[in-house]
Structure formats: structure tokens, C-alpha cells
């Protein structure tokens, strides 16, 4: 009987046992499911604003791709506005690669390394900014002479060179304009006055040992206008560390027949980004004989000498009959009724009553200190002459 009791009470602690471990499994199994469905949908949630996370690793068997657009990088790490970089890639068997959402714009500049880092690239250098436009939009003539009345010399030019490169204005305003450029361009060119903000020139360190010629061929120009421009008497004087204001060459020219006119250009002459610099009035060829069309200068000499074409002979260098005066630019026709045409130039004359006429054998003639600045901006196998008729 007693054996039986105690029989009972065993078997009876054994089953509350076995259902109380049964219990205790069901509730550690419940927990742990629920802490991994918690990690995964941690996972799984998008980075928020601002954060990189990093990839899962990749097998070390296959390496690393790289993004495929370092543009969006560069835009996302230094650009304005937050931007979608990559759209989550897989490789052959579905390892990801990159699933980069934002970057935030106001994350310090060392976040464009951690970037590269997350999605395998090395960093990028900072973009190159544009230079600023040449000219400024156009505005009036009105404000360009109020610029110019209130001593802003600089503003002034850069507004009358843009009315002019805009072709807006009317044939008398457009020559009021260039007078006005005339007049600017004698001190903000021609002069050893600096403006800083002037994209058509700038500030050169003379090296050691640095010659004049070197200076100007670099910036494709003649030494000649950086003598005038810089009061420079004897180029053998150059000092090494000296600062030289430096016009970014080439000079081109453009010659209207009509008006008689010689007007030197930096750039393509009425193009959007180039300066009208200056002009002077010109003699033609007689009975209308100057070509129009395209003319390259081929060489440039200091008082040259004369060789008749009409059988006269040699008029030597400096005599005062000698019709070309102390400069000569030869000319070979490349372009429209001027290709293939030599022995034409532009120089200077004995003869001064002639300029604004048609007097000579074809050449382009101008006043001897005309001449003289015009032969000190254009250099031979650089500059070309326009023609229009």
C-alpha cells in the first residue's frame, strides 16, 4: 500500500518536471525567433539620411567592383543637394555590392574617403570650377558710361565689350562703343595699371634666367607689346623675380574696307568670349585691290627695304622714300578671294594723306605709330587678318 502511494507521487513529479521543461524550451525557442526577426528587419530598414552603411564582405575570391559612376560620387559629396548614387547591385551569385542611398550635405569633408571606402573607390580629386564668363551680359549703353563717368574703369570696359560682342547696337552706337574701348583699353591693356579680375590678362614671375621673347611666346604674343605695356626699354635688363602684366594672346585683326578701319581683337574677333581691344583708320589698295578673305602673317620685319614691283629698284631700310616706313607684316591668303596670294602686308607710309583712301598697290598702310602697335600685337604663325569688305 505504501509502496504504491510513492509510486503515484514519483510518477506524478515526473510529469509536473517534464511539463514545466517543456514549457521553459517552448518560451527560450519563442524568444530567440523573435530577437532574429528583430535583427533582420534591422537590417533589412533603409540607412537614414546622412548615414553610409557599409557592404556585407565579399567573397576574397572575386574582387571588389568598382561604382560605376564616379560623376554621382563626386556630386553627392560635394553638390548642394542630397543624390541617389548607386542602386544596389549583385554580382554572379547574388553577393551585393553597394546599396548606398544619400550622403548628407552637411557631413565633413573627410566623409568623401569613408564613401570611397564603402563602395570600393578610391578617392577622387576636387572638380576644376569653370572660369567665369569673359563678358558680362549686356546691359545699356547708358550704364556703361555711368560705370565709366563714376571712374570704375574696368566695369566700364568689361559693359561697352559686351554691347559690342552682342551685335545689338546700332552702326552709330556700335562706334561710340569702340571709341569709348578706345579709351578703356589704353589703360586697362596698355598700360602697367593691374586688374586682377581681367581674364584676358595676367601677372608672370620672370624665372631666373628668364628672357623677355620666352615670356611672350609662351603667351603668344610678341615681346614688343610687353615692352610697351610693362616700360620695358631694354628686354637684356629683365630682373628674375620681377612681375610682368601679360596680355593671353593671340592678337587677331580685322580690317573694314568700307570704313577704312584696322581694329585688333583678343579672341575670334565678334565672338562670344573674345575683346575688342582697339582700332585705327587704314589706306587700301587702289582700285578697290585689297582681297577680302582670311590672311595669316607670315613674317614680321623692323625697317625694311623696299623692292619695287614696278621695276624701280631697291628702296634701302630708312631712306625717306622708302614707301613701307619702319614696319612691314607679310600676308598669305588662306581663306575666301585672298587664298594663295602673296607679296601683300600691312605697314606703314611716307605718305599720310593717303590713309582713308584706296592709294596703294594693295597693301594695308597706317600711320608710322599706328603701325607700330599694331606690328608689337600680332605675331607671325599666330595672328590672322580678316578682310571684310
Known amino acids: 500500500m505504501k509502496s504504491s502511494r510513492h509510486a503515484r507521487v514519483s510518477r506524478a513529479m515526473v510529469v509536473v518536471v517534464g511539463g514545466t521543461l517543456g514549457l521553459a524550451a517552448l518560451f527560450w525557442a519563442y524568444n530567440l525567433g523573435k530577437g532574429q526577426a528583430a535583427s ?15 557592404a556585407p564582405p565579399i567573397d576574397p575570391g572575386t574582387p571588389r567592383a568598382e561604382p560605376k559612376n564616379d560623376a ?5 559629396t560635394t553638390g548642394p543637394a542630397p543624390a541617389v548614387l548607386e542602386t544596389p547591385t549583385t554580382r554572379p551569385g547574388g553577393v551585393l555590392l553597394a546599396a548606398v542611398t544619400s550622403v548628407s550635405t552637411t557631413r565633413p569633408s573627410s566623409s568623401k574617403v569613408q564613401l570611397a571606402s564603402a563602395v570600393g573607390a ?24 555711368a560705370k565709366m563717368d563714376a571712374g570704375q574703369i574696368f566695369q566700364a570696359r ?42 584676358f590678362m595676367q ?23 610687353l615692352q610697351r605695356i610693362n616700360g620695358i626699354s631694354d628686354p637684356r635688363k629683365l630682373r628674375a623675380d620681377q612681375y610682368l602684366k601679360v596680355p593671353k594672346g593671340p592678337f587677331n585683326a580685322v580690317v573694314y574696307k568700307k570704313d577704312f578701319m584696322l581694329e585688333l581683337w583678343l579672341g575670334d574677333p565678334d565672338a562670344k568670349g573674345s575683346l575688342y581691344v582697339t582700332s585705327f583708320p587704314v589706306g587700301l589698295g587702289k582700285d578697290d585691290s585689297t582681297p577680302p578673305g ?24 630708312g631712306d625717306p622714300k622708302n614707301p613701307l616706313g619702319e614696319y612691314w607684316l607679310g600676308l598669305e ?28 598697290m594693295g597693301c594695308i598702310r597706317l600711320k608710322n605709330e599706328d603701325v607700330a602697335q599694331v606690328y608689337a600685337a600680332l605675331l607671325d604663325g599666330k595672328s590672322i587678318v580678316i578682310v571684310k569688305e
Do not use: M
Open 40 to 54: 533582420l528587419q534591422k537590417q533589412s530598414r533603409p540607412a537614414p539620411a546622412g548615414e553610409v552603411r557599409a
Open 333 to 360: 591668303g588662306t581663306d575666301g578671294q585672298a587664298v594663295g596670294k602673296t607679296s601683300y602686308g600691312i605697314h606703314g607710309t611716307i605718305d599720310p594723306d593717303s590713309i582713308g583712301k584706296q592709294a596703294s
Open 203 to 225: 601677372t608672370v614671375k620672370v624665372p631666373l634666367g628668364g628672357a623677355l621673347a620666352k615670356i611672350a611666346a609662351a603667351s603668344e604674343v610678341p615681346p614688343e607689346v
Open 294 to 317: 582670311t590672311w595669316a602673317i607670315v613674317n614680321r620685319l623692323k625697317n625694311p627695304a623696299y623692292f619695287s614691283p614696278r621695276g624701280e629698284g631697291v628702296v634701302a631700310a
Open 122 to 145: 578610391q578617392p577622387k580629386p576636387a572638380a576644376i570650377i569653370p572660369d567665369a564668363p569673359t563678358n558680362p551680359p549686356p546691359t545699356s549703353l547708358a550704364d556703361a558710361k
Open 72 to 76: 554621382k560620387l563626386a556630386a553627392a
Open 158 to 199: 568689361q559693359a561697352y565689350n559686351a554691347l559690342v560682342v552682342a551685335g545689338a547696337l546700332s552702326p552709330s552706337d556700335l562706334k561710340a562703343a569702340k571709341q569709348q574701348l578706345n579709351q578703356l583699353n589704353a589703360t586697362v591693356i596698355f598700360s602697367g595699371k593691374r586688374f586682377p579680375e581681367d581674364p
